[in-house]
């Protein structure tokens, strides 16, 4: 005997869709495949002999922390957080500071403190489909508001929020952003948080990139200009994504709603990865560790710009970004990146559409690359791929 | 400028409220207090040793996991898991199980799936009040099923299934319960699974304590018996609570909901972990740690079995588990478990009152002894400490 399923799930049931790399599961097992699809940090330069120890010395007192506890975090890594977001220009103490799972726990903390279904959500064409994955189980619909190389346009945010129903958050990449690499600049910074005040609708800053700027000037998060913001951090793109660990900034009215839902959904985060991250961290060692990548990313970006200039038909477009890991790229004539494809699957190389950053996934000519995990030599000849298939697709 | 942020927030956001843990919190700085309420193995039981070997194996070919991956876990250890709860009585594949951040992530991710606004949630009276914890943010209502010392009524279940609206699911902790630690009898068993079928009416297994019954014969759970039972485990009480390693065995129809919420949560569970738990249990290791704590735990039950019949006053009743961690009390006379608790305090003892484990918080003469933290000394001391507030009480 078997249940109808169907009859019982929740009405929800069918907005829990899998991440957009699903999109990508034909084109993967292609041989010798350049993927420019990834967000991440370059294997071969994750500390992994940094973090080892760390998680052994964190192993070291394990007896005061196999239990139960802790569900806002480590109280010394918290101060670490708090310490850095006061450095990076947004005063921060360790009180209002929680660990997640990545960042990717906070989306979902948000959505629950915050949306009811039927809410309304703006958040910026294009943007991250993990927080629309995140989203989604909450039953919102989204209003998207376009961002130029200067990021998420103010008039065009100011337009969204005079609709009815008003909406009920900004969810913004701020700074490199996902995927179009593009920072909001500072006189749009001010007008965006004064937006969020005279409306009442709160901004959920998501800024795993913004420690990633190319050597030279940092820029500070938006959470620097207004403590309504919700801030969120990860050490995924500047340790490695598989610590799973993240970090909240919560404006103070919801630090128990918050906190409350964290210890309802897992009681807490890892402490052993907690107490490793601020070992790893300590003497300076993740500022060395930040400044070789900025400078190891910006290289590759740089290669990859040049590639596309040398390898991209005429009429190609691209954002070249100040930081993170992505360019966003417009193809030329009237192709979309969806149809071109299996066309680059073909000739070996592999991008995420434009689509996959849409929720209504609109077919466009836009794809993102990531430059981050692949030397030099592959992004030549990844980018000469690229080429190839678009010359051979546009006939 | 500050947010109404009352406005701002869900309609669910009143319901994310602390744990019952929260109502101890003037007790727990009492002196050489003796606590009761937890629900845990010893301190000096952890494997510690093991675990750190264990974690530092998987460190050692970190390279291939620091990445993302492995929403639904990590093969060899849904291998594993697989084969125990094989050998436990219910068949199961690596396919149908998933890894959960210990199994309080499991009711939030079968919430999720299962659970609109207003929907009915038959659990047992008591029951753990985590799942309530979990369960709240899908504003869902309840309806309590009362047990009895061979566990959940099936007439009463029955009677419940009857009304309108249907209820959505049938939450159960059906060996060793928690609070109560009875176990729901073979026939119950089957009366129970019959109903779930007949109704269509899906239950929630949670199993943290199957594992832990004394010396003799294990009992099998209920997703033995059909395949359509959703059942939650964990490595919580068997190896350390601070790991976050659980598991969930999914009816078919809802493993796609399901890892998708889990990606949409938190992309995966600890990659490390996951395969430092797979280390540390093979070549039978968790067999012999698991009939260690047995008889270890049964030890410790009966010494405060026999504490109660000597220290507290006639008229005082408990229920005598066969596993798990609790010995649940009713007092006597007129007085209830949470008007007791002060006194308690004073004399320098702590417990959960019954009120914890109801929605509705009805304070009873009742209240949960846990037995699994303490030595000898200190459950014949803590239950003296009880016995002689209780009759300060009394007066």
Not at 41 to 66: F, G, M, V, Y
Not at 261 to 279: G, L, M, W
Not at 329 to 336: A, F, N, P, Q, S
Request: overall charge negative.
């Amino acid at each position: 005997m078997t249940f109808s399923w169907n009859q019982v799930v929740a009405g929800r049931a069918s907005k829990l869709a899998p991440s957009a790399f699903s999109d990508l599961e034909g084109i993967r097992s292609v041989e010798d495949l350049i993927f420019f699809a990834g967000g991440t940090p370059p294997l071969e330069k994750l500390p992994i002999a940094r973090l080892r120890q760390a998680s052994a010395d964190a192993w070291e007192d394990a007896a005061d922390h196999l239990y139960y506890g802790e569900s806002q975090g480590h109280e010394p890594l918290r101060h670490m957080i708090a310490e850095r977001m006061t450095s990076r220009g947004a005063t921060t103490d360790p009180e209002h500071v929680m660990i997640t799972n990545g960042s990717q726990q906070g989306l979902d903390l948000i959505a629950r403190t915050l949306f009811d279904p039927g809410d309304v959500v703006v958040i910026e064409g294009p943007t991250y489909f993990g927080a629309m994955q995140a989203f989604d189980a909450y039953e919102v619909t989204y209003r998207t508001a376009p961002v130029d190389d200067d990021g998420l346009i103010p008039d065009e945010l100011e337009r969204l929020l005079r609709e009815h129903p008003r909406p009920k958050a900004i969810y913004t990449v701020p700074t490199f952003q996902n995927p179009t690499g593009v920072t909001i600049s500072p006189e749009r910074r001010r007008r965006v948080v004064e937006l969020s005040l005279e409306y009442t609708v709160p901004i959920i800053e998501d800024d795993p990139y913004g420690e990633l700027h190319f050597p030279g000037d940092p820029v500070p998060p938006l959470r620097a200009l207004d403590s309504n913001v919700i801030y969120l951090g990860t050490f995924s793109k500047t340790l490695a994504p598989a610590l799973r660990m993240g970090w909240m900034v919560m404006p103070e009215a919801l630090i128990p709603p918050l906190v409350n839902s964290k210890e309802a959904v897992d009681i807490q985060s890892d402490r052993f990865v907690q107490r490793a991250v601020v070992r790893a961290c300590a003497d300076g060692w993740l500022d060395a560790h930040l400044d070789e990548a900025r400078a190891l990313y910006q290289e590759r970006c740089q290669r990859m710009i040049a590639a596309l200039q040398r390898e991209m038909p005429p009429g190609t477009r691209w954002i070249t970004p100040q930081g993170g890991f992505f360019v966003w790229v417009t193809l030329t004539g009237e192709i979309t990146s969806n149809a071109l494809l299996p066309t680059a699957g073909k000739h070996g190389v592999a991008y995420l559409p434009g689509s996959a950053f849409y929720p209504d996934r609109r077919k466009e000519p836009t794809l993102r690359l990531g430059f981050s995990t692949l030397p030099d030599d592959k992004i030549d000849e990844g980018i000469h791929r690229l080429g190839r298939a678009t010359a051979e697709f546009l006939g």
